[in-house]
């Protein structure tokens, strides 16, 4: 069962923007409409940050977007602030009842 | 105010057993779908299992398919995951996690560590 792909880390200064990508294949980010990303900070439990592709939930900053193309699904972050530093997760409805969920490798963001 | 509250945690050995449970509050349980979310120290997010609304259908990730048993209580808004056969890379934090609307993870436990070790 193969986790989508994060780049391993990504930086920006405060104010600067961070894109993080997250690559699957056809059968999981390809082939739905239904990318999340979490935010976790150190010895928290994650937080929605983004469902359904695009859409944020009530009380996160409108600094914080999705979007998708293909197989890869990117989060931006606008306007670095030092409380952005976290670990990033995405994760893709993949269908299969033995694998209807998969996750992102993870990407560390470090605000300089 | 949506509350998840996982307990059961601990250190077992290998080839032992653990329950874990998970008590929701500020949602009507019985309408969502529910998971368990893993994540090995220092290491990414992996799901689990989870189960529907009424129970009548559990599907789990292959690494646990056999071993582990999810169930649920919609009279006492509780979620749980039997542990059977426990092997050391089983050991992590499990977190219970409602889903959403939208095939996302809406609300999280603080989650329950289990440790499996001689």
């Known amino acids: 069962q193969s986790a989508l792909t994060q780049p391993p880390s990504a930086s920006g200064s405060p104010g600067q923007s961070v894109t993080i990508s997250c690559t699957g294949t056809?059968?999981?980010?390809?082939?739905?409409?239904?990318v999340s990303w979490y935010q976790q900070h150190p010895g928290k439990a994650p937080k929605l940050m983004i469902y359904?592709?695009?859409k944020r939930p009530s009380g996160v900053p409108d600094r914080f977007s999705g979007s998708k193309s293909g197989n890869t699904a990117s989060l931006t972050v606008s306007g670095l602030q030092a409380d952005d530093e976290a670990d990033y997760y995405c994760?893709?409805?993949?269908?299969?009842?033995?694998?209807?969920?998969?996750f992102g490798t993870g990407t560390k963001v470090t605000v300089l | 105010e949506v509350q998840l509250v996982e307990s059961g945690g601990g250190l077992v050995q290998p080839g032992g057993s653990l329950r874990l449970s998970c008590t929701a509050s500020?949602?009507?349980?019985?309408?969502?779908?529910m998971h368990w979310v893993r994540q090995a120290p220092g290491k990414g997010l992996v799901w689990v299992s989870r189960?529907?609304?009424?129970?009548?259908?559990?599907n789990y990730a292959d690494s646990v398919k056999g071993r582990f048993t999810i169930s649920r209580d919609n009279a006492k808004n509780t979620l749980q995951l039997q542990m059977n056969s426990l092997r050391a890379e089983d050991t992590a934090l499990y977190y219970c996690?409602?889903?959403?609307?939208?095939?996302?993870?809406?609300?999280w436990g603080q989650g329950t560590l289990v440790t499996v070790s001689s």
């Open positions: 996690v409602k889903e959403g609307a939208y095939a996302d993870f809406d609300y």
């Open positions: 500020g949602f009507t349980f019985s309408y969502y779908w």
């Open positions: 189960i529907r609304t009424d129970g009548s259908m559990t």
């Open positions: 056809s059968s999981d980010v390809g082939g739905y409409n239904y």
């Open positions: 359904d592709v695009n």
């Open positions: 994760c893709s409805y993949a269908g299969s009842n033995s694998r209807p969920y998969v």
